[in-house]
Nanobody, 124 residues
Framework: QVPLVESGGGLVQAGESLRLACAASGWRFDLFGMGWFRQAPGKERQLVAAISRRSSNKAYAELVKDRCTISRDNAQNTVYLQMNSLKPADTAAYYC?????????????????WGQGLLVSVFS
């Protein structure tokens, strides 16, 4: 487990945007792929987006790929998730996670360290 701290969640109206951030400290952030997952009430946790260590590869869930952008700043040890045109269906707890390798991994089992999660609530 490595420290990951998410920020940027909150309550927003449908159609608005949010940018989530996840800050790492005390380890070689630049060596590992990172991912954002979400878990809606009563549902399993699922991948939202993933990014490789040098940002050369990205992966998105089909439901969000046209509305979300994952990025990272290795100098700041931070990974971001920009979410636009938010919908009530995007309401969930969002988690960032560090992968076991430098690739943009898409399976939850490929991630070994998780942030505490933050809540995004979208109302119509």
């Amino acid at each position: 487990q490595v420290p990951l701290v998410e920020s940027g969640g909150g309550l927003v109206q449908a159609g608005e945007s949010l940018r989530l951030a996840c800050a790492a400290s005390g380890w070689r952030f630049d060596l590992f792929g990172m991912g954002w997952f979400r878990q809606a009430p009563g549902k399993e946790r699922q991948l939202v987006a993933a990014i490789s260590r040098r940002s050369s590869n990205k992966a998105y869930a089909e439901l969000v790929k046209d509305r979300c952008t994952i990025s990272r700043d290795n100098a700041q040890n931070t990974v971001y998730l920009q979410m636009n045109s938010l919908k009530p269906a995007d309401t969930a707890a969002y988690y960032c996670a560090a992968a076991t390798t430098g690739a943009a991994r898409t399976r939850e089992s490929d991630y070994v360290s998780w942030g505490q999660g933050l809540l995004v609530s979208v109302f119509s």
